[in-house]
């Protein structure tokens, strides 16, 4: 089973949510965890995993040799994205703009594109005691973190639970994390922003038509208009997790909640039956 | 004119509150909430919308069923996956990159605009207000925020403001940077915790990628004291000016759930640090070139 813990707007608690329901699991059942926030990755830093493997995503952009190109315009023609352009006799390529599509070299009929790997990120590959652990790194200063989100997922082999951690948003890249997966955890707050950003991301997962439930961390710091909109929404709420500054510093310190607060341990084996019963 | 944009790296740690407290201080300014995919900044401000419009800021292909031959082209040509095994198009994975169009030989594949989003202009009391909303599943996020500045820069030259303080979205990537260059001032607003210092250490990096200036906030300070620290040590082995710290205050939401900016509420510890705080930073942003 796939199940991605998500939200629309960022410090909700995905990750809080993510790493203790893969450590409650861990001993149960053969689970893994992706951590798909490849622009903030922070999974690692609760789970101190031993990395095995690591890879570089790269995506294809074009180089063009000048000897050969008749400076056609085709390929300036073809690209969506602008990434390749023809000025002052030259044709430059902007590597930040390109998608790696390919099309430039489909089109050019003078065969004078070629193609080299330009680095994204990186994606590891390791184990946190019987937990199997996979994370991404997007590059400082690169802008495309979905390529290394596909990456990882295809990557990683599935388990009886293989939990995803989404990064935070709507955009295209939690898309990607939500791809092919059974059901979605939504992870909010009760606050009017997180309120605000659970609608989107609500409005995601029906798009998708996938099953969700959701998380309500922090609660009682706000009022409860999250829980009348779940009622209104008929979205289940799985796991209510208070306020409480003991939690605050244990989250502070990315350490397991289930180790440092263990009666939260049966919690988390109960949310993963919780969330089973969804995809029912 | 201006530019100072709220970031965090890690998401939730305050960068709208931070952003909504600098723009209730600030004068002759205009906002912007560059947070496409999860605006919150409008809830603050409530902005009196005074226009719209749509953004078409990507394709997607589409297929014409009677002239498919089933050949398979596209979907071997296709690096999104977003051809699926019976040759219809997945709109999500799909980039509108064309390709399968270029390689289709009857014609039967073709590229049409779609709408991303939608950009609204306000008035608030602060001033005039642009922001977005990215539709779900859109990969144009950094666009739009170009979109949206673009427009910010065109008001703040009619209006003749001398500020823009846009308010970031989360993360490192595509919506970050494009909310980042061609700004003259950062604000990174970051939480006493090992994941905020991370992903602020992720931050840091990309706005002095971009040669710009950056100035932090310890936000809900004194939830952790011991990672405070760190973090003010990190930033002093950055030389990353620390404008103050924010005290966790229950206050703050409060504050929010009655559509008020929390700088404004005059019970507030949150609010009476986050003064300071703005006042260091007009400050500092004066001495910028």
Known sequence: MRVAIASGKGGTGKTLV????????????????????????????????????RETVAKRVPRVDESVCTQCGACTAACEFNAITLMA????????????????????????????????????????????????????????????????????????????DAPPGTACSVITTLHDVDVAVLV??????????????????????????????????????????????????????????????????????????????????DLAERVKELVR | MKRIVFLSGKGGTGKTTLAAAYASRADNLVIVDADVDAANLHLVFRPEVIGTGSYQGSKTATREDAKCTACGRCLAVCRFG??????????????????????????????????????????????TMVGAELYPGEEVSGKLVSVVKEKADDIASSEAAQRIAIDGSPGIGCPVIASTTGTQAAVLVTEPSRSGLHDLER????????????????????????????????????????????????????ALQRGISPIDDPESSAGRAMEDIVARLVKELGTLS
């Not at chain 2, 840091?204 to 003010?232: Q, W």
């Open chain 1, 18 to 53: 993510a790493v203790n329901l893969a450590a409650a699991l861990r001993d149960r059942v053969e689970t893994t965890l992706v951590d798909c926030d490849v622009e903030a990755p922070n999974g690692h830093l609760f789970l101190a995993p031993t990395f095995s493997t």
């Open chain 2, 82 to 127: 977003a051809i699926r095994p019976d040759f219809t198009v997945d709109e999500f994975l799909c980039e509108g990159c064309g390709a399968c169009v270029t390689v289709c030989p009857s014609d039967a594949m073709a590229l049409v605009e779609r709408t991303s989003g939608e950009w609204y202009v306000g008035r608030t009391t602060r001033g």
């Open chain 1, 188 to 269: 909010t707050e009760p606050t009017p922003f997180g309120l605000h950003d659970l609608r989107a991301a609500v409005g995601v997962v029906r798009a998708l038509g996938l099953p969700a439930g959701v998380v309500i961390n922090r609660h009682g710091v706000g009022d409860d208009a999250v829980d009348r909109y779940c009622e209104t929404e008929r979205l289940p709420v799985l796991l209510r997790i208070p306020f409480d500054r003991r939690i605050a510093e244990t989250g502070a310190e990315a350490q397991l909640l289930i180790d440092a607060l263990p009666e939260w341990r049966t919690a988390f084996v």
């Open chain 2, 203 to 254: 931050i840091l990096g990309v706005v002095r990628h971009f040669g710009i200036p950056a100035f932090l906030v310890i936000n809900k300070a004194d939830l952790s004291e011991s990672l405070a620290t760190r973090i003010e040590e990190f930033a002093a082995a950055e030389a990353l000016p620390l404008l103050g710290r924010v005290p966790y205050d229950t206050r703050v939401i409060a």
């Open chain 1, 89 to 164: 006799g030259r044709i430059l390529v902007f590597d930040e703009l390109c998608h790696g599509c390919g099309r430039c070299g489909l089109v050019c009929p003078a065969g004078a594109i070629r193609e080299m790997d330009h680095p994204l990120g990186e994606i590891e590959f390791g184990s946190s005691g019987a937990l199997r652990f996979a994370h991404g790194r997007l590059h400082i200063g690169e802008a495309m973190a979905s390529p290394i989100i596909s990456q990882l997922r295809e990557a990683v082999p599935d388990t009886a639970w293989t939990i995803l």
